[in-house]
């Protein structure tokens, strides 16, 4: 199925980015780190039992680059103040590019909330370059730092895991992952501060009552879409 292009959205007039937020550089750095990807491209991961797998790479919303330097993607919200339609999905997307970005967003904190506000609010206005939002800075801030330890999750899974010694999991560095990030947060796994965490983690999982299943599409979407389905 082809990818739905950025034009089919709602798009909207705004005030010029400044030259930083358009600069190249700035562009290029929206990924793991300033190491570009192509949509989708595939990759090779080897799980616990020693297996590769191959499955889809990153996603580069690069049609977002082509919008004029006035023009945002249009993000409505419900009367909850939750982001809906599928402008909300691109924008969800969009998120979890920048909190793959080691540069803007860096693995190496315990948890979000030591991530520098500096850091968040970087990502906010790189988001609000390319979006008009009618959601509060607050819930996207949440929803940065929930794609964040999803990351950190995924990078553990797919990096530390399937490693045994401390000296092959500091050398099992990520594509794109800037090495100074991954030592720490390695050596942060493999103390009890880290292991007691992770069990507290499993405990949380275990007593969660319901599993997402819609893929890219947020619960709110679905509930949206079907609301509107009905007239």
């Known amino acids: 199925m082809p990818r739905r292009k950025v034009r089919s959205h709602r798009i909207v007039q705004g005030t010029p980015n400044s030259a930083e937020t358009n600069s190249t550089e700035q562009q290029t750095a929206i990924g793991s780190s300033n190491v570009p990807v192509t949509p989708e491209e595939p990759i090779e991961v080897q799980n616990e039992t020693g297996r590769t797998r191959r499955g889809r790479g990153r996603t580069v919303l690069s049609d977002l680059y082509d919008l004029d330097p006035v023009e945002r993607v249009q993000v409505s919200s419900n009367s909850f103040g939750q982001p ?17 970005n080691a540069n803007m967003l860096p693995i190496n904190f315990e948890s979000w909330h030591k991530v520098p506000e500096s850091n968040k609010n970087q990502a906010l206005d790189n988001i609000k ?3 008009a939002l009618e959601v ?47 030592e720490e947060v390695v050596r942060f796994w493999t103390s009890k501060k880290g292991e007691d965490r992770e069990e507290v983690g499993k405990k949380s999982r275990q007593q969660q ?3 997402h299943t819609a893929g890219s599409k947020s619960f709110v979407c679905v509930a949206h879409a079907e609301v509107f389905s009905i007239f």
């Open 209 to 211: 009552k319901f599993i």
């Open 136 to 182: 509060s800075d607050a819930y996207v801030k949440k929803a940065l730092g929930k794609r964040w330890r999803d990351h950190k999750s995924t990078l553990k899974k797919d990096y530390f895991k399937t490693k045994t010694t401390l000296e092959e999991r500091l050398q099992n560095v990520p594509p794109g992952m800037l090495r100074y990030q991954w």
């Open 129 to 131: 370059a390319r979006f």
């Open 84 to 100: 809906v339609g599928s402008e909300a999905r691109l924008l969800a997307g969009y998120m979890g590019i920048l909190a793959r």
